[in-house]
C-alpha cells in the first residue's frame, strides 16, 4: 500500500516537473507571457487645484492650469525631462547656431499629423511662431521678441533668424511658444482658436463647461498611440482644496495636482493614495500697479493710487509681512519662502541677492512718513480657499502696520483680465517657472514684457534685461539676472512671498503620472492597474 502511494507521488512530481520545463521553455521561446496587470482604456479625472485655464490658445494663454490641460493635447518644439534638461519633442534634434549665435536651426521630425489629421511641417510652425509675435495681446511676444524672422527650408527644418543673440529661445520653445498649432484650424478660427484648439498630442480638445471642467480625449492622430492607454481624461477645476481633497479620497478625482497643506496628512495616510512632490521653479507673490493706468502695453504712467504713488508705502507693505510665519500658519511649512524671481529650485538660484527683512517697527515709521493717514489698499486675490487664506493672513500684517487691505475676491480669468485693463491695485498672483529665469523676469517687468500687469518701466532694468538675453556666458548673465533682482527688489512691481513645493496626490490604482520640476502633473501617458 505504502509503495503504490509513493509511485503515484513520485509520477505526479515528474509529470508537474516536465509541465513546468515545458511552461519555461515555451516562455522562453517568446510563446506567451506573465498576465499584465495594466489595464487599456478608462476615463481619469483630474482636480486642477490653481484655478480655471484662461484661453486655450498657446499665443494668448498665461495659466498654470492651462499649460497643465495642454500638456495632453499640444506638443511643443521642446520640453523638459525630469532633470529640467531640454530635450527635443517635436523638433528632431537639439538646434544648430551659427557662430555669430543669430542663425538658429531646427530641425523637425517627419511623418507627424495634427489632431485634424493634416502635416505638421516647416510652414506650420512658421505660421505659429510669426502668429505669437503679431497676435494682439500675444503672450508670447516678448518671450520671443528677439526674433527677426523665422523661415522654412523645406519640409522638415526652420530657419530662426534673430535681431541679436538670444541665450533663452530654446527655453522658450520648450513651453507655449514652442507649441505648434494646425494651420488648417488657424485658418478656421483666427483668433477664436481657443474655441476648438488642435495641435499634435496624445489627445484631443473635446469641450469645456466653463467654470467646472475640460475633457480631452484619445487621439487617433498621435503619432505613439500605442503609449496612450486611457480613452478620456478629463481636467475638473477644484477652488475649494478640502473638497478636492475630500473627492481624491472618495475616488470622484484619480488625481490632484496640489493637496493643500490642511490636507496633506489625510491624503498622505490614505492607503488607496500616493503623494509626488516636487519644488517649483516658479514663485508666488504680489503684483503692484504702478503705472498701468491705460491697459496692458498702451503707455504706462503712474496710477496716482496711494501705493503706486508712495514708494515708502511699498516697502511698508512688504516689511509688514512675515514670510516664514506665513509659511507656517498659511501653508503648514510646505512652501520655501523667498523674495526673488528664481526658485532654489533652480540652478541660477542667486544666494546673494538679500530680501528686505521683516521689519513691522520700521514698516509703521514709513506709513507715517508717506503723510497718508490710515491708507487703504485694495487687493485682488482669485476665489480659492487657500489664496483666500493667504489673502486674509497678509490683510491682519498690513493692519498691524497702519495700512488697511481691502480683499476683492474675483474668479481667476477675471482677474487675469482685470490686470491686463490696468483695474486694480494689487493682485496676488503667481508664476509656474521656466527654467532659464528670463522666462520669470523679462515679460513681467520690461517694459515692452508682454504680462507687464504692473507697468513698471526702469530704463536701468531694461538695460540689464536686454543685456543678459544677448549674453553667451553664464557668467555674464548670472550677473546680470542679479543686477536685475536688486533692482525690482528696490523699486517693488512685484513682491515675491515664496516658492511653492507641490504635493499631487494620485490613486494608486494609476501608473506612469510624473511630477517634474516645472510641477505640472503629466497625466498622459497614465494607465489604470
Not at 502635416?119 to 518671450?143: C, D, G, M
Not at 466653463?210 to 505613439?224: E, L, N, R, W
Not at 523667498?338 to 546673494?352: E, I, K, L, R
Amino acid at each position: 500500500m505504502r509503495s503504490s502511494r509513493a509511485h503515484r507521488a513520485l509520477a505526479l512530481a515528474a509529470c508537474v516537473a516536465l509541465a513546468l520545463v515545458t511552461l519555461v521553455a515555451v516562455a522562453a521561446a517568446g510563446v506567451i507571457a506573465p498576465a499584465s496587470t495594466l489595464k487599456n482604456g478608462g476615463t481619469l479625472v483630474v482636480g486642477m487645484s490653481a484655478g480655471e485655464p484662461d484661453a486655450l490658445d498657446p499665443t494668448l494663454a498665461r495659466t498654470f492650469s492651462g499649460r497643465e490641460v495642454f500638456l495632453t493635447f499640444c506638443e511643443k518644439l521642446y520640453d523638459l525631462n525630469a532633470k529640467a534638461e531640454i530635450v527635443p519633442q517635436l523638433a528632431a534634434a537639439p538646434p544648430a547656431i551659427s557662430k555669430d549665435k543669430q542663425t538658429v536651426t531646427i530641425k523637425l521630425r517627419k511623418g507627424i499629423k495634427f489632431n485634424d489629421g493634416t502635416p505638421f511641417n516647416a510652414a506650420a510652425v512658421v505660421k505659429t511662431i510669426q502668429r505669437h509675435q503679431t497676435l494682439p495681446r500675444s503672450a508670447r511676444a516678448s518671450e520671443i521678441s528677439p526674433i527677426d524672422s523665422v523661415t522654412a527650408a523645406g519640409n522638415y527644418a526652420v530657419v530662426i533668424h534673430l535681431k541679436q543673440p538670444y541665450s533663452p529661445l530654446i527655453a522658450q520653445f520648450a513651453d507655449r511658444a514652442g507649441m505648434i498649432m494646425s494651420p488648417a484650424q488657424l485658418d478656421k478660427l483666427g483668433d477664436k482658436f481657443a474655441t476648438n484648439p488642435i495641435c499634435v498630442g496624445p489627445f484631443m480638445y473635446d469641450n469645456r463647461v466653463a467654470g467646472d471642467t475640460i475633457t480631452v480625449v484619445k487621439s487617433p492622430y498621435y503619432y505613439a498611440k500605442s503609449k496612450v492607454h486611457l480613452d478620456k481624461i478629463v481636467f475638473k477645476v477644484e477652488n475649494d482644496a478640502t473638497a478636492a481633497a475630500q473627492a481624491l479620497r472618495a475616488g470622484d478625482l484619480q488625481g490632484l495636482d496640489g493637496v493643500a497643506s490642511t490636507d496633506l496628512q489625510s491624503v498622505s495616510h490614505d492607503p488607496n493614495l500616493r503623494i509626488l512632490k516636487q519644488t517649483s521653479l516658479g514663485y508666488q507673490g504680489i503684483t503692484i500697479n504702478i503705472g498701468n493706468k491705460n491697459g496692458l502695453g498702451k503707455g504706462y504712467s503712474n496710477t496716482g493710487t496711494l501705493i503706486a504713488a508712495h514708494p515708502e508705502l511699498r516697502k511698508a507693505f512688504e516689511e509688514a509681512i512675515d514670510r516664514k510665519a506665513l509659511n507656517k500658519v498659511v501653508f503648514g511649512g510646505t512652501v520655501l519662502p523667498g523674495c526673488t524671481p528664481v526658485s532654489p529650485a533652480s540652478s541660477w538660484y542667486d544666494p546673494s541677492v538679500k530680501c528686505t527683512p521683516f521689519n513691522p517697527a520700521d514698516a509703521k515709521k514709513l506709513v507715517q512718513q508717506s503723510g497718508v493717514s490710515n491708507p487703504t489698499v485694495h487687493y485682488m486675490v482669485p476665489t480659492a480657499t487657500v489664496a483666500l487664506r493667504q489673502a486674509q493672513f497678509i490683510q491682519a500684517e498690513e493692519a498691524n502696520v497702519g495700512i488697511r487691505l481691502v480683499i476683492d475676491s474675483i474668479d481667476f480669468p477675471t482677474s487675469l483680465n482685470r490686470a491686463d485693463a490696468g483695474n486694480y491695485e494689487t493682485f496676488q498672483i503667481g508664476w509656474s517657472g521656466r527654467v532659464d529665469p528670463d522666462g520669470n523676469i523679462y515679460q513681467f517687468v520690461a517694459t515692452s514684457g508682454s504680462q507687464n500687469d504692473s507697468g513698471y518701466s526702469r530704463p536701468r532694468l531694461d538695460i540689464a534685461l536686454n543685456n543678459e538675453r544677448k549674453a553667451t556666458t553664464r557668467g555674464a548673465r548670472r550677473t546680470l539676472f542679479r543686477v536685475a533682482q536688486q533692482i525690482i527688489l528696490q523699486d517693488r512691481p512685484l513682491i515675491y512671498l515664496y516658492h511653492g513645493v507641490t504635493r499631487a496626490g494620485i490613486n494608486k490604482k494609476l501608473t506612469g503620472v510624473r511630477l517634474y520640476p516645472d510641477t505640472l502633473l503629466r497625466v498622459s501617458f497614465a494607465q489604470y492597474k
